[in-house]
């Protein structure tokens, strides 16, 4: 059994962390709850060492922490690492129109201010690359390739933030990909990209490219917008 778990450790561990993450973001196990380690290796069958793989990963992402005679507590929502994007998945999966509203407002917010400034510092490089993403974009767009054109939008909405010289704002790629991503997983993308949303991607490469700040910031903010009204629209129809 120990050299079973052992081996499977790995497979075995992103499985349970799964099963644990949707749980804990579905209120299964509420705040304050406690996850006794003598409980999960009785229901999942696995090794304590298992289990304290399995309880680090969730402890990373802020869901729980450890206290000593009391187990595994489950820590207030407030505290949650909700950048995670394990947990941005789960929440998606488990609270999926709040979520993404959630989600589209602190793109709404970062991402419109984020061209603004990349078409201030953007380099001839990044320029370049967005210039072309865009036009990949619509092809791709034309063609129905809907798992290219995700690859290439994710690539361009990444750049953008790299290119606002901004940081913080460039941390955020991870969340933009993971919502672009769960769009098109779930089916909440159109079969043929919105002509307007080609427009206006090329619109901000070409705005970034000629160091119109505003312009990029008012088309990104529409682009915002539309993702949102579109995925909306698209949930409602799927939920009906």
């Keep these: 059994m120990?050299?079973?778990?052992?081996?499977?450790?790995?497979?075995?561990?992103?499985?349970?962390?799964?099963?644990?993450?949707?749980?804990?973001?579905a209120g299964t196990?509420?705040?304050?709850?406690?996850?006794r380690v003598e409980d999960l290796e009785q229901r999942f069958g696995i090794s304590r060492?298992?289990?304290r793989e399995v309880v680090r990963t969730l402890a990373s992402i802020r869901l729980v922490v450890g206290r000593q005679r009391i187990g595994i507590v489950v820590r207030p929502r407030e505290e949650w690492n909700t950048f995670d994007p394990m947990l941005i998945r789960w929440l998606l999966?488990?609270?999926?129109?709040?979520?993404?509203?959630?989600?589209?407002?602190?793109?709404?917010?970062?991402?419109?201010?984020?061209?603004?400034?990349?078409?201030q510092r953007?380099?001839?490089?990044?320029?370049?690359?967005?210039?072309?993403?865009?036009?990949?974009?619509?092809?791709?767009?034309?063609?129905g390739a809907l798992e290219e054109f995700l690859d290439a939008d994710v690539a361009f909405h990444s750049l953008v933030l790299r290119a606002s010289g901004?940081?913080?704002?460039?941390?955020?790629?991870?969340?933009?990909?993971e919502v672009l991503r769960w769009r098109t997983e779930q089916g909440l993308m159109?079969?043929?990209?919105?002509?307007?949303?080609?427009?206006?991607?090329?619109?901000?490469?070409?705005?970034?490219?000629?160091g119109h700040?505003?312009?990029?910031?008012?088309?990104t903010r529409e682009l915002v917008a539309e993702a949102l009204h579109g995925t909306l629209e698209l949930l409602d129809t799927s939920e009906t």
């Design 166 to 177: 901004n940081e913080m704002f460039a941390q955020l790629h991870e969340v933009v990909r």
């Design 213 to 219: 700040g505003q312009r990029a910031e008012d088309a």
């Design 49 to 51: 060492s298992v289990v």
């Design 122 to 143: 953007a380099d001839a490089e990044q320029v370049a690359e967005l210039a072309r993403l865009a036009a990949r974009m619509g092809e791709l767009a034309s063609a």
């Design 29 to 35: 196990h509420p705040p304050g709850s406690v996850l």
């Design 93 to 119: 999966e488990v609270d999926r129109t709040n979520q993404v509203k959630t989600l589209v407002e602190l793109r709404t917010a970062v991402e419109p201010v984020a061209a603004g400034a990349a078409a």
């Design 190 to 210: 159109p079969a043929r990209p919105e002509p307007r949303a080609i427009e206006l991607h090329s619109e901000i490469a070409r705005c970034i490219g000629e």
């Design 2 to 25: 120990a050299a079973n778990g052992a081996r499977l450790s790995g497979g075995l561990h992103g499985k349970i962390v799964d099963v644990l993450g949707r749980e804990i973001s």
